[in-house]
């Protein structure tokens, strides 16, 4: 079946720090996988996606890149910022094997203090 | 943009009563999901729908009923509520083929006393 797993939290990072978020997948097919930002109090946004192998997600400076032969989707930013305090979900859509159903990770708790 | 919005940010109810929890998307997609979220369990499905009438079970439809009478409208139903039904709840629509990146709306934080 499928199925994410993403490091637990919570995690506390000083601004400017080094960021990773771990996150392996487990799937029947070629699933696209993403990840999601929820802020608080907010619903969850889309950060960034990769729809195949080797593909590299990045926006607002945080990056992914699909690795089909570990089954890894980890979330890095060379940066942090305290505005990127919030909780991350790694997820996978595994169409046409599953419709368009997506599978979520627990999420993981970041907060960066200044 | 594309718009999810929930009826409420915030309820509580009784147990026992009759709850329902409104979806409305604004950019005619074919899908629509409800999660509830809970700490350390992440998102978790609990109807989603591909079409006008039609649903699916997901993976925690006890307790709970859908509707879609419309495209764009997708209702959460809670027969009996129970406390165990405390949680936060959330709406997404996706196009699908052949993007299916979902959209969410920011929640509704149900309490169940």
């Known amino acids: 079946g499928n199925s994410v797993t993403q490091m637990e939290g919570p995690v506390t990072l000083s601004e400017e720090a080094f960021l990773t978020i771990n996150c392996t997948y487990t799937?029947?097919?070629?699933?696209?996988l993403f990840w999601y930002v929820q802020y608080p109090g907010e619903g969850l946004q889309l950060l960034l996606k990769?729809?195949?192998?080797?593909d590299k997600g990045s926006n607002k400076g945080f990056e992914a890149t699909y690795r089909k032969e570990t089954t890894s989707f980890h979330l890095e930013k060379g940066s942090v910022q305290v505005s990127d305090s919030a909780v991350y979900f790694c997820?996978?859509?595994?169409?046409?094997?599953?419709?368009?159903?997506?599978?979520f990770g627990t999420g993981t708790s970041l907060t960066v203090i200044p | 943009d594309v718009k999810v919005t929930q009826s409420s940010r915030y309820l509580v109810k009784r147990t026992g009563e009759k709850v329902f929890l409104e979806c409305v998307q604004d950019?005619?997609?074919?899908?629509m999901f409800w999660y509830r979220q809970d700490p350390g369990l992440g998102l978790r499905l609990i109807y989603f729908?591909?079409?006008?009438?039609?649903?699916e079970k997901g993976d925690i439809p006890e307790g709970y009923s859908v509707s879609r009478e419309k495209k764009e409208r997708f209702s959460l139903i809670l027969e009996s509520a129970s406390t165990n039904q405390t949680s936060m709840y959330l709406c997404?629509?996706?196009?699908?083929?052949?993007?299916?990146?979902?959209?969410f709306g920011p929640g509704t934080r149900l309490t169940v006393t």
């Open positions: 997404a629509s996706s196009l699908g083929t052949p993007d299916y990146e979902q959209y």
């Open positions: 799937a029947t097919g070629y699933p696209s």
């Open positions: 990769a729809t195949k192998a080797d």
């Open positions: 997820a996978l859509s595994d169409h046409p094997n599953t419709g368009n159903q997506f599978y």
């Open positions: 950019m005619d997609h074919e899908n």
């Open positions: 729908s591909y079409d006008v009438k039609m649903k």
